[in-house]
């Protein structure tokens, strides 16, 4: 495989802290070295001691030295991150992002990266609800979906993002960033929303022993970092409130089915199951 060169890691979160321990962990020098910044200071420090990268760097522009430019930073500073660096890439370096909303950062990836350079928008969908450095798992991304949106008709770009997927034991999957959202939304967004909505009403049962195991984990992703879900929240809200109202639509449903006797539930649950089982919940 061809070396990926220097690679720098905006955001040093769970996601970025990962992906640089398995970026150096990779064998057959799969890179030259991995440098790191974040706002946090004290996350830079994580990441370095957690063997997340080799170098810290003080601030976001010095990642332009780099070969491969990797944001991992919640969904809006990845946008200001593409305006600030995208227009002073050079040719040959490529800038991905693992950013969980796609559509607004592949539009400012166009409108900010010069076609000399190459983009991929990107979103790795493994990680815990548990945020922060100290909970990365490179582990999870073995076998793990790494959507590539691309940005422009650039094979060299997506092969190298493709490359990049490769080291890190994950399966590339290419999307439109459009679709990606479209499909995110139902999938991981709303799911957050919800489980953030039944946290607070769990907040009307008096004792911890009324609280049952479905509630706990149907509010797992609740205890997600807030920063992050607000993000890619605000970045994808039309596609959100249309899945909201797919949502309604599906609970009224079921209430109706309520009302036309215990056949009919019973029909539209086993129904639900089954799909469950696709979505590999046993």
Same mark, same amino acid.
């Given at each position: 495989?061809?070396?990926? /060169?220097? %690679? &720098?890691?905006?955001?040093?979160?769970?996601?970025?802290?990962?992906?640089?321990?398995?970026?150096? $962990?990779?064998?057959?020098?799969?890179? $030259?070295?991995?440098?790191?910044?974040?706002?946090?200071?004290? &996350?830079?420090?994580?990441?370095?001691?957690?063997?997340?990268?080799?170098? @810290?760097?003080?601030?976001?522009?010095?990642?332009?030295?780099?070969?491969?430019?990797?944001? *991992?930073?919640?969904? *809006?500073?990845? %946008?200001?991150?593409?305006?600030? @660096?995208? #227009?002073? @890439?050079?040719?040959?370096?490529?800038?991905?992002?693992?950013?969980?909303?796609?559509?607004? %950062?592949?539009?400012?990836?166009?409108?900010?990266?010069?076609?000399?350079?190459?983009?991929?928008?990107?979103?790795?969908?493994?990680?815990?609800?548990?945020?922060?450095?100290?909970?990365?798992?490179?582990?999870?991304?073995?076998?793990?979906?790494?959507?590539?949106? #691309?940005?422009?008709?650039?094979?060299?770009?997506? /092969?190298? *993002?493709?490359?990049?997927?490769?080291?890190? /034991?994950?399966? *590339?999957?290419?999307?439109? $960033?459009?679709?990606?959202?479209?499909?995110?939304?139902?999938?991981?967004?709303? #799911?957050?929303?919800?489980?953030? $909505?039944?946290?607070?009403?769990?907040?009307?049962?008096?004792?911890?022993?009324?609280?049952?195991?479905?509630?706990?984990? &149907?509010?797992?992703?609740?205890?997600?970092?807030?920063?992050?879900?607000?993000?890619?929240?605000?970045?994808?809200?039309?596609?959100?409130?249309?899945?909201?109202?797919?949502?309604?639509?599906?609970?009224?449903?079921?209430?109706? &089915?309520?009302?036309?006797?215990?056949?009919?539930? %019973?029909?539209?649950?086993?129904?639900?199951?089954?799909?469950?089982?696709?979505?590999?919940?046993?």
């Amino acid at each position: 495989m061809i070396p990926l /060169g220097r %690679v &720098a890691i905006l955001g040093t979160g769970q996601i970025g802290t990962m992906v640089g321990m398995a970026l150096r $962990a990779a064998p057959d020098h799969a890179v $030259a070295g991995v440098a790191v910044w974040d706002r946090d200071p004290a &996350a830079m420090e994580a990441c370095l001691r957690r063997a997340g990268s080799d170098r @810290l760097l003080k601030g976001p522009e010095e990642a332009l030295d780099s070969d491969l430019i990797i944001l *991992a930073t919640p969904v *809006a500073q990845i %946008v200001g991150l593409v305006r600030e @660096l995208g #227009p002073r @890439l050079a040719p040959g370096q490529l800038l991905v992002d693992t950013g969980s909303s796609k559509l607004e %950062v592949v539009r400012a990836m166009q409108r900010s990266v010069p076609e000399k350079a190459g983009a991929v928008g990107g979103h790795p969908l493994c990680g815990s609800s548990e945020p922060g450095p100290w909970s990365a798992d490179p582990a999870l991304l073995k076998g793990a979906t790494f959507v590539l949106c #691309p940005v422009r008709a650039d094979p060299l770009a997506l /092969g190298t *993002a493709r490359r990049l997927v490769e080291t890190l /034991g994950s399966i *590339a999957l290419e999307l439109d $960033a459009g679709e990606h959202d479209r499909l995110l939304a139902r999938s991981s967004h709303l #799911p957050h929303l919800v489980a953030a $909505a039944l946290a607070e009403m769990s907040g009307d049962v008096p004792t911890r022993a009324l609280f049952s195991s479905g509630l706990r984990g &149907a509010v797992r992703l609740a205890r997600s970092d807030p920063a992050m879900v607000a993000s890619f929240v605000r970045a994808n809200l039309e596609e959100v409130r249309a899945a909201s109202r797919e949502l309604s639509w599906q609970l009224d449903r079921l209430l109706m &089915a309520a009302d036309a006797g215990e056949e009919q539930l %019973v029909a539209e649950l086993e129904r639900a199951r089954l799909r469950a089982r696709q979505v590999g919940v046993n």
